[in-house]
């Protein structure tokens, strides 16, 4: 079964660091780009960064820039989002999803790890 | 990168058709072929509908289309149906390995 599970969300106190994880399956996982997207609590989609399949290519949304840290480990099969000096805003449930043409859309999700940033 | 813009809402008739629009610039929508739709259902992660400003996945039903013109992209809904109901972000590649989303529209089915 071709699948994406997000892990490592929970609650940090702002300032804090986190690192979240994707374990992917059922599919050729260095045969595709990988991005994380986040969306606050009743609010719409927001691209967070993004990945090529060797790890050549990698952008970051503004908002994130400088804070987080988008990685791959292709042996692992794994997609991971270091997340320094959080903020209140970056509270969200965070997706990872799978980019197979590396043309910037997103074909699979997972279903998501809740990051709560709060004192 | 700045969100690309999206009528917060729109509705129609089961049967009808609806046309969500969303509006970027030259440095987006606008520059690249690259724009795509999603469906999200409340509590479900969002699903591709839309790829490359007109190529549906597999499965997706042809009642869904969209188009581009300029900077702006158009997805249409024809023939709604009840399980249409639901939330459409549209999104763009906005050069450098970057991407942009929409606000995101909520289609009611009325």
């Known amino acids: 079964e071709v699948q994406l599970v997000e892990s490592g969300g929970g609650l940090v106190q702002p300032g804090r660091s986190l690192r979240l994880s994707c374990a992917a399956s059922?599919?050729?996982?260095?045969?595709?780009?990988m991005h994380w997207v986040r969306q606050a609590p009743g609010k719409g989609l927001e691209w967070v960064s993004g990945?090529?399949?060797?790890?050549?290519?990698?952008g970051y949304a503004d908002s994130v820039k400088g804070r987080f840290t988008i990685s791959r480990d292709n042996a692992k099969n794994s997609l991971y989002l270091q997340m320094n000096s959080l903020r209140a805003e970056d509270t969200a449930l965070y997706y990872c999803?799978?980019?197979?043409?590396?043309?910037?859309?997103?074909?699979?999700w997972g279903r998501g790890t809740l990051v709560t940033v709060s004192s | 990168q700045s969100a690309l813009t999206q009528p917060p809402s729109a509705s129609g008739s089961p049967g009808q058709s609806v046309t969500i629009s969303c509006s970027g610039t030259?440095?987006?929508?606008?520059?690249?072929?690259?724009v795509s739709w999603y469906q999200q259902h409340p509590g479900k992660a969002p699903k591709l509908m839309i790829y490359?400003?007109?190529k549906r996945p597999s499965g997706v039903p042809d009642r869904f289309s969209a188009s581009k013109s300029g900077n702006t992209a158009s997805l249409t809904v024809s023939g709604l149906q009840p399980e249409d109901e639901a939330d459409y972000y549209c999104?763009?590649?906005?050069?450098?390995?970057?991407?942009?989303f929409g606000g995101g529209t909520k289609l009611t089915v009325l």
């Open positions: 999803a799978t980019d197979k043409s590396h043309n910037y859309h997103f074909d699979l």
């Open positions: 059922g599919f050729t996982f260095d045969d595709y780009a």
């Open positions: 990945i090529s399949w060797n790890s050549g290519s990698i």
């Open positions: 030259s440095s987006d929508v606008g520059g690249y072929n690259y």
């Open positions: 490359e400003v007109t």
């Open positions: 999104s763009s590649h906005a050069g450098s390995h970057n991407v942009v």
